[in-house]
């Protein structure tokens, strides 16, 4: 049987927790809420991800933890095995199984369609609020801020077609982020971000209504840049329109 | 004489000292404001619950400092008694004797009423911000957020009529939290917080208008989970609300 | 030559330290803004206090550096002796001297006048924002919200006239503040500042227009609880102000 | 070969990592933007500076990541030797070779025509609402706040013309900060930058819209605390705009 895990802080299951402490200071994932998994990109196989499970405090959690699955979509190990079925965490309930994530789906669409090393999921409320600010739209878009340049400019590779990145958006680039609905249960916001990531070629994060965002990138820490970047943006443009500011320049 | 304390940071006194920095933190109960008390749902005797002292400042709070109760509400344990009636905290007057918190009634009727694992008042200002920009209402409600699917779905038992978890809210559910007036001593609210918590079954937390919030869950962390969800509630909803967007979707 | 200093974390100087970087976080002394000062209640000499330095960064401050005085106001010794002259912080030009601060007149006034037992004055933002939405009020009020009863009853003692505390605020009590115009040298808000003390007897802190405000309290705690309490109050007033919420209930 | 490089924890290189992490904290410099330079004021060659490299992220830089240059401008060493040409810090791709900032002219501007001994740019939030809020004018004046009073009265020597502090600015001085236009590239704002240093003599930061700040000082505490005060002041600025608050009084 092989092993997924070590105790390097290297390692992608460590490093889930170290973010999610993270993201629960900036208020990204309290409550449970948001999700995260990375890629081994380095790793003997790069087609091993490791997934936070479901429902968990994002700030406590321990890299035996995580689920591991194989692209494009195969589940090898989840933590309710080797931990004999007892749950790692102090809170967690006594006959606790660990469900995975129902983000799975939609980290192992942006792993499938963008060859992703990392997904970050967020209920970040400068995400939720620019979708209702913008409740009438599909589409977030913004330009000619200094921040934007953090952002990759992505087109398709003309001998693959797969889309990749070929540099930095611009300060005078609109970003464009596609807003989609959402639905009762995470899991059927598939088909929806699946379209939008086909539709938006040249986006790395898709907006969900009324519920977060999902933001990829070539490994976990392009991965954390972009989110960093995007939420910035998101911050600054929910103060730009209560200013009156347009958000994007003409 | 029973030992009602361990040096575990697993113990209810150690969790206790622990949230109550991370609340701090979050500006729930600076000034020596809010409280908590976690019952000992996995020890020998699980009637026995800690409750944070009155007037003490909760970051800087020791686990010998709590009162030892036994449900339905006899004191046990003082920690006047078994310090030589020394107060532990430097920031005490030298004749200082503890006093219990005047949460103590409310905690225990939510103890006695929910069968609740554990009880956190916060005094934090998207609390009280929503009981004052919802003056002349009684019920703050919020619904199709995602993050609302972090809190209980309650029903009762039918053979037992106890309130019990039976699942979680949805997404398109509309979250209602009764609002109580506030009294001029924090003991006399223990009516009305009664009486809200038998009139909203479906709540797990009650707000206190100009006050705060007191919630409750089965175990401590899936009390801090609620609370930190409702919190994060809150703030998106006075956001909401200054941008003019209903708070209940039609 | 007495020794001022200890070693120990509850020392005066080193609680200076301490509170110092915590009120840094919040933003309350950045800039080299604000100072505090700790009078050694506990100590064998009762009229010794200790006063944070000039223009240095209050985050970084190091015991040592520390100006002794007694009271009523007699600098007993400079950081500037005992150390060779030697600035202590990394941040210090080489032939730096320590000054004391400017706060030095209006803390000793607040020991002298109300016999505190330690002095805090920051830049917090809430206070200036007070000051200004208020820019043609001399004083600030604010009633029936919980947090207001973290804040001390005060009253004259009828045996020695001298201002006492007796209890705590009520919920339905309002809390007033005075507020004081600012001047160019810090030193000279003196005359007011004392004005503003004995006109309103029933106040534990003083605004400074457009500057920030003055606190303080028994002891070292009660006075950090007292800054706390009303930062709180402060940031809440400016929110309910923004949304048309009278500060006043009738 | 010279060794730029030590150990200590005041070392340049040290330094420029220890403020990143803060600056990190305050939403900065996250995204990877931002930057820094310590020149070595008190090492042995006063003319070495040492730069951030350019698209790294910004907290978890490594001293040994830092450009080393000479002023007026000659880049001495790059991270890229010494390290035998690869990355020090996991998140950055395999064959990466590290780049000088972009902000690089920018610093040594501000090193050559002010004789600063560090320079801080940020992409505070602050700053670039500030240019927002007053799109239409070419410089940010405010005037009879305290926290004025950290910033330096710069003035030029008589004898060697150059621009030297000569003291503290005044509660009841006007603040002028110029607004200089982005530019898609980050290295031609350098000729606008200049003319605005020369165009304000009494100001030691420069706004660049849609963008952040650049603050200079005579060593890194100053610019630290330059910058802080700034920002302090930005904030509270965008605050009294919005309560509809005259930044300058009459």
């Not at 973010?19 to 900036?26: H, I, P």
């Not at 939609?106 to 600010?133: E, K, P, W």
């Not at 539709?199 to 989110?227: C, F, M, Q, S």
């Amino acid at each position: 049987m092989p092993q997924y895990f070590t105790d390097s802080p290297q390692h992608p299951a460590s490093l889930i927790c170290e973010l999610c402490r993270l993201f629960y200071d900036n208020n990204w994932v309290t409550g449970t809420g948001g999700g995260i998994s990375i890629r081994d990109v380095d790793g003997p196989n790069p087609d091993i991800v490791y997934i936070a499970p479901s429902g968990i405090q994002k700030e406590r959690l321990k890299p035996r933890e995580m689920f591991v699955a194989e692209l494009p979509g195969k589940i090898l190990q989840t933590p309710n095995e080797g931990n004999d079925g007892k749950p790692l965490s102090a809170d967690l309930a006594k006959d606790f199984k660990y469900k995975p994530s129902a983000c799975t789906p939609l980290f192992l669409s942006c792993y499938n369609m963008r060859d992703a090393g990392a997904c970050i999921h967020t209920h970040s409320q400068n995400a939720v609020m620019a979708t209702l600010i913008f409740e009438d739209k599909v589409e977030f878009s913004m330009s000619h801020i200094e921040q934007i340049k953090a952002l990759p400019q992505l087109a398709a590779n003309p001998k693959t077609g797969k889309i990749e990145k070929v540099g930095s958006m611009q300060f005078y680039d609109t970003m464009v982020l596609p807003i989609i609905e959402n639905t009762p249960h995470e899991e059927d916001l598939t088909d929806t971000l699946q379209e939008a990531i086909r539709d938006y070629p040249n986006a790395t994060a898709v907006l969900v209504r009324r519920h977060g965002i999902y933001v990829w990138g070539e490994n976990v820490w392009k991965a954390k840049v972009y989110n960093e970047a995007i939420d910035y943006l998101l911050e600054l443009a929910i103060k730009m329109h209560q200013n009156g500011i347009p958000l994007v320049k003409k």
